[in-house]
Structures are given as structure tokens and as C-alpha cells.
């Protein structure tokens, strides 16, 4: 009884095995991104001299690319779109993402989404400085009225 028992857990192991190794590889990376599998960004920080408005792109690829925009001094983003959804998030400071009629707080805690083709832009609070990262899903083209 013991011998069956412990055939039954050999089994049990076994089969439990050959499963792991029926479980599909990974997925290649996709053929449209053409930089390295993975990478290192370096991230702005606000309280650097520099331009009032500074827009540095860290990462542009077929179906990404991240930005990094820099508002000192209560500088604002003006008003623009992008074909792609957006996401935009504080790394520093605090400031107001106007969406059409839609005011939405920005601050390190919350992330804002936009779809495709929605016109926006970015007011800082105060005089401060708001540093910004924005993930474009995609590439398309952006349009500054």
C-alpha cells in the first residue's frame, strides 16, 4: 500500500512537470519595437535650473513613447491633442489637467487618461514647479492650435 501510495505521488510530481513544460514560452518582443528589451530612464527633477518649459522624449518607439515635461514656474503646457491615448502623471508637484469643459487635479497620487484626439492642456498650482511624465500609446502626430 505504501509502494502505490508513493507511485501515485511520483506520478502526481511527474505529471505536474511535463505540465510546466507544455505552458507556452513567453511572448517574443514585437517585431515594431525596435530599441533594447529593457532599459533605463533617467527622470527630470523640477527644482533644477533650466527653460521655463522643457520637454525631453526618454523613450520613442513604434508603440510607446514616454516623455518627460518639466513646468517651472507656474509655466502652463498649452492646449494640444495627440492621435493616441495619453496618460499623464505628476512626479512632482501639483497642477490641473484641462480636458475639454473638464478640470482634473493632478498630483502625485492620481494619473490622468486621455483618449485619442482630446484636445488639453496642463496648468501648474501656484508658481510652482510640476514635472511631468506622459506615456503615449502609440505614435501619432500632435497638434498645437
Known sequence: MTLLSNN???FAIAA????????????ARSASTVG????VVDLP?????GLPREVRVLVDEPVL???SIVLRGGTPLPK???GVPVTIIALEGTGTVVAGEQRIH?????AVFLAPNVPHSVEPDAAGDLVLLV???GRAEEHHP
Do not use: E, I, W
Not at 106 to 110: E, Q, S
Open 80 to 82: 494640444h491633442q495627440s
Open 135 to 137: 506615456h503615449h500609446l
Open 8 to 10: 501515485n505521488s511520483l
Open 16 to 27: 505536474a512537470s511535463l505540465l510546466g513544460c507544455a505552458t507556452p514560452p513567453l511572448p
Open 106 to 110: 493632478l498630483d502625485a497620487t492620481h
Open 65 to 67: 513613447k514616454l516623455a
Open 36 to 39: 533594447p528589451a529593457s532599459r
Open 45 to 49: 527633477v523640477g527644482k533644477s535650473a
